[in-house]
């Protein structure tokens, strides 16, 4: 039998922590997308260090939350209040368990909670699979974003009665 997921709202203490889940997540989960590109991993890691996580924790438009397997931190996720997850990250050898999706099932109830209609996402091509599983499905054509091909997903989102 599986363990428990844990989300739990993120707190300022956290930044270090998701910006080092991001950061393993970027270098082994998302190889596929950065092709080992040193210039490239860098800037990808650099839009998520931990002083750019501190300025998002400590932004009341930003939710940042944390997924436990095993009492262990194994992924992090972030919605901001006009309907766009900025990540969803889980430590590959943690893929497959469902801690992308507890991730996103909380970012997405912050969201509905706050009014908002329909979610947004630019995932990476391999994690775009991922999220038309959750019914995200395509908004626009693939784009490039700093080097890295993403595609445009949203989802509506049922808001509370």
């Not at 190889?31 to 210039?39: K, Y």
């Not at 860098?42 to 939350?65: E, G, K, T």
């Amino acid at each position: 039998m599986q363990a428990p997921i844990c989300i739990y709202p993120a707190t300022p203490a956290d930044a270090g922590i998701i910006s080092r889940i991001i950061e393993r997540s970027i270098r082994v989960g998302c190889a596929l997308e950065h092709r080992n590109d040193p210039q490239l991993v860098s800037r990808w890691i650099a839009r998520q260090s931990a002083d750019v996580i501190s300025a998002r924790l400590a932004d009341p438009h930003c939710y940042l939350n944390i997924a436990l397997l095993q009492d262990k931190p194994v992924g992090v996720g972030m919605a901001t209040a006009s309907g766009n997850i900025g990540f969803c990250h889980v430590q590959p050898e943690w893929f497959r368990r469902g801690a992308g999706r507890a991730l996103l099932t909380d970012l997405e109830g912050w969201l509905r909670m706050h009014g908002v209609p329909q979610v947004s996402i630019a995932s990476t091509r391999t994690g775009a699979a991922f999220y038309r599983h959750l019914g995200y499905c395509e908004a626009a054509s693939p784009a490039s974003e700093q080097g890295l091909h993403c595609v445009a997903l949203h989802k509506p989102l049922p808001v509370p009665g």
